[in-house]
C-alpha cells in the first residue's frame, strides 16, 4: 500500500476499507470457529451414539450365542425323546404282541382244560356215586375197616363249584 501520496481524507478511506476487511476475516473466522464447534459436538454425539449402538451389538451378540445354545439343547433333547418314544413303541408292539400270543395260548389251555375238566368232573361224580373203600396204612383197600363217613355230600359239593368256576371263567373269556 502507497501511504504517501495520500491526504489525509484518502489515508481515512484506506484505513476504513483495511477495517472493513478485518471485521470480514474475523466475521469469517468466528463463523469458522462457530462451525467448528458445531461439527464437534455432532462428533461427540456421533460417539456417544456408537459407543451405544456398539453396546446394543455386543448384548444382541450375547443373546444371539444363548439362543443358538438354547435352540441346540432342545434339538438335542426332541431328537432323544423322538429316539425314547420310538423305542417306547417298538416296546409296546412287541408287549401287544406277547400279550396276544400269551392270550392265545391261555385261551387254548383253558378250552384243553375246560374239556379235561368237564371229563374230571363227570369221573369225580361218578366216583362220588361209588361207594367208598377204607384204605389202610399200605393204601390197599381194608375191608376190616369200617366207613365213618358215609355222607357223599361234600364231593357234591365239591363237583358243583368246580362246574361253577369253569362255567363263570368260560364266560369270562367270551366276553
Not at 484505513?15 to 461427540?44: F, P, W
Not at 456408537?50 to 438335542?76: G, H, P, S, W
Not at 401287544?96 to 392270550?103: C, F, M, N, Q
Amino acid at each position: 500500500m502507497k501511504v504517501e501520496g495520500l491526504d489525509a481524507s484518502g489515508l481515512t478511506r484506506v484505513i476504513k476499507q483495511l477495517e472493513h476487511q478485518y471485521e470480514k476475516t474475523m466475521q469469517n473466522h468466528n463463523e469458522g470457529i462457530a462451525n467448528n464447534r458445531q461439527l464437534k459436538e455432532e462428533i461427540n454425539t456421533l460417539r456417544r451414539e456408537r459407543v451405544i449402538y456398539d453396546n446394543i451389538y455386543a448384548q444382541f451378540e450375547v443373546e444371539m450365542k444363548k439362543k443358538a445354545n438354547e435352540l441346540l439343547e432342545a434339538i438335542t433333547e426332541a431328537e432323544l425323546a423322538m429316539k425314547e418314544r420310538k423305542a417306547a413303541e417298538e416296546l409296546l408292539a412287541q408287549l401287544k404282541l406277547r400279550a396276544d400270543r400269551e392270550d392265545n395260548e391261555f385261551k387254548e389251555e383253558y378250552n384243553r382244560v375246560v374239556r379235561g375238566g368237564a371229563e374230571e368232573v363227570k369221573s369225580l361224580i361218578q366216583d362220588a356215586n361209588k361207594p367208598s373203600k377204607p384204605i389202610d396204612k399200605n393204601g390197599k383197600p381194608d375191608v376190616n375197616l369200617k366207613l365213618e363217613n358215609t355222607n357223599k355230600e361234600p364231593a357234591m359239593k365239591q363237583v358243583a363249584f368246580t362246574v361253577i368256576a369253569l362255567q363263570r371263567a368260560e364266560n369270562w373269556l367270551n366276553r
